[in-house]
Each structure stands twice: as structure tokens, then as C-alpha cells.
């Protein structure tokens, strides 16, 4: 069964460092999603891709969040710096269309630790 | 925007019994209802979803109900089993938007 590739599964990093997460969508789809899940609550979208266009980013903090799908496929999340309150689970999900009923396909997500 | 509310936060079942989730929702465009189901240390995994002309889907034990005019919808576990103790998020999304929206999830516990 294809899956959403995330890496890496767990990072621990200190406040002000700088820190990346990595996705690489199911093959083929060409919507892919950043999302943040904070413990206890559920998944909240930061960015949208559609190949490489960035179709959403209004709930990205893009003071200190960035976010690149440079050729449509694989996409990297990026925290610079980093802060207490980042400390998260962070989920790239992937769609076949761009329309959002026809459900996601979630990877397995980073746990970013914030110290 | 879309807005989902989700209950109850945390729910005890014995092993067995039957589970209940419900879900409202807020905006009466919305079209697409999915349930994920998320184990620890995984990400979310779609479980079954219901589009807004269908009143009721099952799959084995999971069944989904919407009620489009009361805007809720609902997840029912029947002769539920340990592997169903779980994080069961319900979300809606609306014609040509490309966001689901979550509900911020049921903590599922089946009791032996």
C-alpha cells in the first residue's frame, strides 16, 4: 500500500536552533499538506501545495516558518528559530485531487520536542 | 469558515459494547465528511466517509450517520474490540475547498 514518507520520526532541538522535517507524498499526488497537531488536539493545516504552487499558507507563521516543494513532489518544512510552543507533531498528508473531498493520505508525522 | 465541533473528548466503552461519536458541523455547504482514526505515535488514518447524498454507510463495524438539516453526523463501533482503543478525529470540507477541517478528536477506550 503506498504511503506518505515523513523523516524524521522524532527530533529533539533547543530554542532559537534551526530545524527541518522532509515529505515525500504518494506518487502521483499532486496536493500535498503540512499540518500541526498539537497534543490533545486535532490536525491544523500551515500550508497547501498544489505541485509546486503554494496554494494556502495563511496559517503558516512565516516570520519563522518556511516551506518548499520545489519540483512537486518531495516538500521540506522548515523552523528557524525555534520556539517552546512549536513542540508539536507535525503531519505532511498527500491527494490525489485538489479538492479536499476525496480524503488525505497522512504520513506517519515528526514529534518535534522544543527544549 | 467551516467550524467542527466534536464529543464526547474521551469515551469508555467495555469490550464489546457499542461506541458513539458525534460530530456537528457549521458551515451547510460542506459535502464530505471523513473519520480518521490515529494510533499512537501514527499518523491519522482514514477509517470511512460519507458525502452529503448519502444518509447512512457501513463498512463491517463502522457505520457513519449524517443528518444533513441538523448539520451532525456520527460514528457508530459495533462489538468493539481492544485494537478500536484509539484517537478518532471526525472533519467535513466543502465543495471546491481544498481544507478539511478537524474536530479536535475522541479518545476511545475499550475495556477488557
Known amino acids: 500500500e503506498a504511503e506518505v514518507a515523513q523523516s524524521p520520526r522524532y527530533k529533539i532541538t533547543e530554542k532559537s536552533q534551526a530545524v527541518a522535517f522532509w515529505c515525500d507524498p504518494i506518487s502521483g499526488h499532486a496536493t500535498l499538506y503540512w499540518y500541526r497537531q498539537i497534543l490533545g488536539q486535532g490536525p491544523e493545516l500551515l500550508v497547501q501545495f498544489q505541485d509546486e504552487s503554494v496554494v494556502d499558507d495563511s496559517q503558516l507563521p512565516k516570520d519563522r516558518f518556511s516551506a518548499e516543494r520545489l519540483k512537486g513532489v518531495d516538500s521540506t518544512l522548515k523552523i528557524q528559530p525555534a520556539e517552546l510552543g512549536d513542540s508539536a507533531m507535525y503531519l505532511c498528508a498527500s491527494s490525489l485531487l485538489s479538492s479536499g473531498d476525496y480524503g488525505y493520505t497522512f504520513g506517519s508525522g515528526t514529534r518535534l520536542t522544543v527544549v | 469558515g467551516e467550524n467542527v465541533e466534536q464529543h464526547p473528548s474521551t469515551l469508555s466503552v467495555q469490550e464489546g459494547d457499542s461506541a458513539v461519536i458525534k460530530c456537528t458541523y457549521s458551515?451547510?455547504?460542506?459535502?464530505?465528511f471523513p473519520w480518521y482514526k490515529q494510533e499512537l505515535g501514527k499518523g491519522p488514518q482514514l477509517i470511512i466517509d460519507?458525502?452529503?447524498?448519502?444518509g447512512e454507510k457501513k463498512d463491517q463495524r463502522i457505520a457513519v450517520t449524517l443528518n444533513k438539516t441538523a448539520k451532525h453526523f456520527s460514528l457508530h463501533i459495533t462489538e468493539t474490540q481492544p485494537e478500536d482503543s484509539a484517537v478518532y478525529f471526525c472533519?467535513?470540507?466543502?465543495?471546491?475547498?481544498?481544507?478539511?477541517?478537524f474536530g479536535k478528536g475522541t479518545r476511545l477506550h475499550i475495556l477488557p
Open positions: 472533519a467535513a470540507t466543502s465543495p471546491g475547498d481544498d481544507k478539511i477541517i
Open positions: 458551515d451547510s455547504a460542506s459535502n464530505y
Open positions: 460519507i458525502r452529503s447524498n448519502v
